[in-house]
């Protein structure tokens, strides 16, 4: 075998691991961020879920509360709007931000509640209120589980260089689901 022979077999051997290891990376790191991807999808459907449920309860605890508060229409109204908007929120960070408006109101509505004794002490009530705490820790873990996902992800697609590849596939970072500064707060209760 002549050295035009033996260099064209080398040439053709590197080139050939070059394109192996191009195809591999492109296509390892593009399924990859398929997959991220999908995770955060389902990730965020369990978040909803959990919403959803919140949203079904919130009508049965506000007519509750209505029977004893009739003064403190202000808040129960702001509940049933903040309730309205996260039924018409249709992008992700809509969502994010209806719920967290939803959630302070709700926090507003069960300072309100602490200054009747006799509806803390109603059976259906006192069920509502543990299915909502029992809801709002459901929708806490499944954040969590979410924004564990959002994380992962986007470190992934801004990595090099990696970061190229999910540039030329148009991968963008995705919203994290935050608390609103209201949550912050501590609740006042006054009697």
Do not use: C, H
């Amino acid at each position: 075998m002549d050295s035009k022979k033996k260099t064209l077999l080398i040439v053709l051997a590197v080139i050939a691991v070059l394109v192996i290891a191009l195809y591999s990376f492109f296509a390892g790191n593009y399924n990859k961020f398929v997959k991220m991807d999908i995770g955060i999808k389902a990730a965020w459907s369990q978040v909803e879920n959990q919403l959803q449920r919140r949203y079904d309860l919130i009508p049965n605890l506000v007519e509750t509360v209505k029977g004893y508060a009739k003064q403190e229409r202000d808040v129960l109204v702001e509940v049933t709007n903040a309730r309205s908007r996260v039924g018409g929120a249709g992008t992700v960070p809509d969502k994010i931000a209806a719920n967290n408006e939803l959630s302070g109101a709700l926090s507003r509505l069960m300072v309100v509640v602490e200054r009747y004794p006799d509806l803390k002490s109603n059976q259906n009530f006192m069920k509502l209120q543990d299915e909502l705490a029992g809801t709002e820790n459901r929708i806490a873990v499944e954040r969590m589980r979410y924004n564990e996902a959002v994380k992962i992800y986007n470190e992934a697609i801004r990595s090099f260089p990696a970061n190229i590849l999910a540039g030329m596939y148009g991968f963008k970072d995705e919203a994290f689901f935050e608390a609103p500064k209201e949550a912050r707060a501590t609740p006042q209760v006054k009697f």
